[in-house]
């Protein structure tokens, strides 16, 4: 059964930085896709970007230019890497795999990790 480990959240003030880390583990299939969501309180899940594993990537309106996703294929590890950040940006950030041999693909989700920025 795959599943996804997520780190690097935390505290910062505006304008500052931080990177996020999600790797895959415990499943044969191959990523696809990974990618990160995120979840402020009182609003529904939102995409904030994701990259296909041939590096392939789209971000949301709200982080383009200040956000940067990655991959590394043979570490099956995702990377946010995230700039003057906004007290907007505050959320619960969840990882997010697409395993399987596309389209035939399963949704993995990590636990999420928590990112607030202070103003």
């Known amino acids: 059964q795959g599943q996804l480990v997520e780190s690097g959240g935390g505290l910062v003030q505006a304008g500052g930085s931080l990177r996020l880390s999600c790797t895959s583990s415990?499943?044969?299939?191959?990523?696809?896709?990974m990618g990160w969501y995120r979840q402020a309180p009182g609003k529904q899940r939102e995409l904030v970007a994701d990259i296909t594993a041939r590096g392939i990537t789209n971000y949301a309106d709200s982080v383009k230019g200040r956000f940067t996703i990655s991959i590394d294929n043979p570490k099956n590890t995702a990377y946010l890497q995230m700039y003057s950040l906004k007290p907007e940006d505050t959320a619960v950030y969840y990882c997010?795999?697409?395993?399987?041999?596309?389209?035939?693909?399963?949704?993995?989700w990590g636990q999420g990790t928590q990112v607030t920025v202070s103003s």
């Open positions: 997010n795999a697409k395993i399987g041999n596309y389209p035939l693909v399963n949704d993995y």
């Open positions: 415990g499943t044969i299939f191959s990523i696809h896709s």
